[in-house]
């Protein structure tokens, strides 16, 4: 639609006549190809400045070294026991009893979780509150979020992505730490949720 074709269907609007339907391209890509997305997804990650550890054998080593620097871990209720093996500082499990609140999860230094889905072109990690993943709180507070990525949740495009996930629940996409940037493109991380952004790729 061009200019001069909007002005006159809003006159037309204004006089109350009917304006024609504008028929709209939606040629989408379903499918997208690409040779190795655990590749492209490790580079889009580094991309956005998140680090990416790859696991092909003991996934609470890995885990141990990822969190070794980290003073306390708050994980959801339901993370696998076996995960924590290798970690030695405090752990607390949200929920058990209470949630915490948003005050404890702010004194929590790193928050470990499982995802739904993953998306190797643009290197995005969705988490729908499913097994493993917790309340949305979970993963938005704490300053640091440690997050387990097995490949064969990944998938190569947006819509395929979708296409597995459930619309009713509480999507959240996370491209990267949290970071944005003022007019003059001065970059600053950590307001919307976690400064740093650490991903373990099982194999």
Same mark, same amino acid.
């Given at each position: 639609?061009?200019?001069?074709?909007?002005?006159?269907?809003?006159?037309?609007?204004?006089?109350?006549?009917?304006?024609?339907?504008?028929?709209?391209?939606?040629?989408?890509?379903?499918?997208?190809?690409?040779?190795?997305?655990?590749?492209?997804?490790?580079?889009?990650?580094?991309?956005?400045?998140?680090?990416?550890?790859?696991?092909?054998?003991?996934?609470?080593?890995?885990?141990?070294?990822?969190?070794?620097?980290? =003073?306390?871990? %708050?994980?959801?209720? *339901?993370?696998? #026991?076996?995960? &924590? !093996? +290798?970690?030695?500082?405090? $752990?607390?499990?949200?929920?058990?009893?209470? =949630?915490?609140? %948003?005050?404890?999860? *702010?004194?929590? #230094?790193?928050? &470990? !979780? +499982?995802?739904?889905?993953? $998306?190797?072109?643009?290197?995005?990690?969705?988490?729908?509150?499913?097994?493993?993943?917790?309340?949305? #709180?979970?993963? &938005?507070?704490?300053?640091?979020?440690?997050?387990?990525?097995?490949?064969?949740?990944?998938?190569?495009?947006?819509?395929?992505?979708?296409?597995?996930?459930?619309?009713?629940?509480?999507?959240?996409?996370?491209?990267?730490?949290?970071?944005?940037?003022?007019?003059?493109?001065?970059?600053?991380?950590?307001?919307?949720?976690?400064?740093?952004?650490?991903?373990?790729?099982?194999?």
């Amino acid at each position: 639609m061009n200019a001069r074709t909007e002005i006159l269907d809003r006159i037309r609007v204004a006089l109350g006549d009917p304006v024609p339907p504008v028929p709209v391209p939606r040629r989408y890509l379903r499918t997208v190809q690409c040779a190795d997305p655990v590749d492209l997804f490790a580079d889009r990650l580094a991309d956005y400045r998140a680090t990416v550890h790859r696991c092909d054998g003991d996934l609470a080593a890995t885990l141990a070294t990822v969190l070794a620097g980290s =003073p306390s871990l %708050v994980v959801p209720p *339901d993370l696998p #026991a076996e995960w &924590l !093996t +290798g970690y030695r500082g405090p $752990v607390r499990r949200d929920g058990e009893p209470a =949630p915490l609140t %948003v005050a404890e999860l *702010d004194a929590t #230094a790193s928050v &470990l !979780t +499982g995802c739904a889905v993953a $998306v190797a072109t643009t290197g995005t990690i969705v988490l729908d509150a499913g097994p493993t993943q917790g309340r949305r #709180a979970l993963t &938005l507070i704490p300053d640091h979020h440690v997050c387990v990525v097995r490949v064969d949740q990944l998938v190569t495009g947006l819509p395929e992505a979708v296409a597995q996930l459930d619309p009713r629940r509480p999507l959240t996409w996370v491209s990267g730490p949290s970071a944005t940037s003022d007019i003059e493109l001065n970059r600053v991380e950590g307001v919307h949720g976690p400064r740093r952004l650490e991903v373990v790729l099982v194999s």
